[in-house]
């Protein structure tokens, strides 16, 4: 219902195919970031980039329903963000791959654009070297089958032309498409093009050329052209495919169909405006109108519900998490004991294989519940619970979206610089950025958790420009800051972080505040040798400096999760649940001692294990004078593989 439609986890968990990567760039505050991460909260990460000063992003203001953690904000090595620096891509580029581990971006947004009032004629002219590098920024950023999207306005000139020529030989398909939300007579259209064909073409270096080159003839171009080259036409880049191959291609043909289809329809816009200007009480077909009307038959409100604000971390998990299906805040270990690990007799825990999984212990503590909320006037606030004083209490330097509820283990990491700095070890989940999946099977949470923690990781870049200050303006005049040129009407500035010193003290100490969170590795039962092993293996390659191995920790024992095994369906509470056997047919049946209500046996479906049961029953051993020993845990597990338990 509308009413709960602000309330967490009020449907059913969102479908996640996986981890969508998206860049944004030239978009300042970042609308289409905002969208993005709506439509999947949890299961996409972005990365933007856009200039310093008034129109930078805004992520702390996007809809409760976008988590601004999933979305990573870059300004390149000067921290100014200027597009019309080769540099600055180039960087955006390692940036994306390291923060993708290579995978790249699946989509690239761009939506530059820059005040050009009295020179709306030339707006194409001006929009020249922002559109150019917000092509190269695309191109260089996708990964192969990568998908763009670009606001573009008129697209006459042989530059533009040529752009798109180029474009439409790297992409599976190119297309210009003006919404219908965009204003008719408007000359606003965007660019649309589906699958590059290869990843990191040479197109990127050549197009990096052509602005190189570009910002080389600006200082010589007169200052009253105000940004745009003179006539003279060797003064500026003007054609990047001979005119002749244009005209034959399928390119040119298309262009020139587009340009002609978007421009009847402006200018039969144009000619209805004026005319709704002579003709007094005439309606015009206004877009807030039609969304009106359209809102109105379909019962949706008018405004986007508001969040409800609490005022405590507990008023947030009750009513936000919880709901009405109670959950513990803090994780009770039992220890495995020397009866229970084999394969016969009334205390055998572990009768299947594909019941259990294992997973490293590498903390003396026990496994801790971490919250992710919202409170009145902040977001993103993290909370554990401390059992001294039964109370949620801040988790300093840990980002989770709202709506997250995650069980970890902190652990001690030994980093590159042979310092130690506490860690999150995440294994399980009842929610993930508004999701409620603690029913889903243990193998779906893992897999959806794995999914949230990646797209949370920040590259220490970063993490020091996000707290590093903004200073200066960045010269745009009524812009979306991060989209234009050199002087005024473009933009460009240079916006000034302020004193070089206090702000590297700061990007330093926000790096060593950051807690990491990172997936636990969780091993099939039969993997139990690797499990143990898993240090020794971390410890190797931290020394012999292989793969993403700066960091390393220590095993102090294993915990056995019930994560992959079914059980069957239970009646709750189950204090008033009574098995019977029916004098007629012999069937067994469950009866209610309290209402009478009687349930049949084999009517009970086997569900998988839950959240709340998987983490009462998780067991931990120890490594250091555990009992049973490392030897006899690695013969049972060898044995119940024989045996195809």
Known sequence: ??????????????????????????????????????????????VGFTLRGDHDFTPERFHYGAPPEMFHTFYGPRNDGDLYDSENLRAL?????????????????????????????????????????QFAAAVGALRRGGHFVCKCFDLFTPFSAGLLYLMATYFDGVSIYKPAQSRPANSERYLVCRGLRVANPPLFEHLLHINDRINVLKPKW????????????????????????LQQ???????????????????????????????????????????????????????????????????FFLYEVERGDPLPRMAKLSLLQQHQWQLRGSGALFKRISDWVVLEACSDRPPLLVLGADLVGRRGISFVWDVRTNMWVEAEGVRLPRGTLILVERVAELTESKSLRDAMHAFDAALLAGDDVRRLPYAERYRRLRVLVHGLRRESEVIRQSVQRRGGSCGGKGGKGGKGGRDSRHGRGR???????????????????????????????????????????RDHACRVGTGDAATTWSCRGLFFFPGHGTVAATLEPAHEWKPHTSSKTGQEYWCNVRTGESVWKKSLKARPLSFRNCMASM???????????????LALAEEMVQQGR
């Open 249 to 315: 291609s399928d390119v040119g043909q298309y262009l020139r169909r587009s340009n002609g289809r978007i421009g009847v329809l402006q200018a039969r816009a144009l000619r209805r405006l004026v005319a709704y200007m002579h003709e007094r009480g005439g309606r015009v077909c206004d877009q807030s109108l039609t969304r009106e009307d359209c809102l109105r038959a379909w019962r949706m409100p008018f405004e986007v519900p508001l969040p409800i604000d609490y005022a405590s971390a507990e008023d």
């Open 495 to 537: 916006g000034s972080s302020g004193d070089g010193g206090d702000d590297e003290e700061l990007g330093d100490a926000a790096v060593r505040a950051e807690v990491p969170i990172r997936i636990k590795e969780a091993y099939p039962l039969q993997q139990l040798g690797q499990a143990l092993r898993a240090a020794e293996s």
């Open 93 to 133: 580029q390692q940036l994306i791959s390291r923060q993708t581990r290579g995978e790249m971006l699946h989509m690239m947004m761009g939506d530059g654009g820059f005040d050009v009032s009295g020179n709306e004629n030339i707006q194409e002219v001006m929009n020249k070297q922002l559109l150019l590098t």
């Open 619 to 633: 067991t931990r051993w120890a490594r250091q004078g555990g009992e049973p020993s490392e030897a006899d845990l």
């Open 222 to 245: 007169p200052s009253e052209t105000r940004g745009v080259a003179p006539s003279h036409a060797a003064a500026d880049v003007v054609h990047l495919v001979p005119e002749e191959v």
């Open 1 to 46: 219902s509308l009413a709960e439609g602000n309330r967490l986890g009020s449907g059913p968990p969102r479908d996640v195919p996986g981890l969508l990567f998206f860049g944004d760039v030239a978009a300042g505050p970042g609308g289409f970031s905002e969208y993005v991460l709506w439509r999947r909260a949890g299961s996409a990460a972005g």
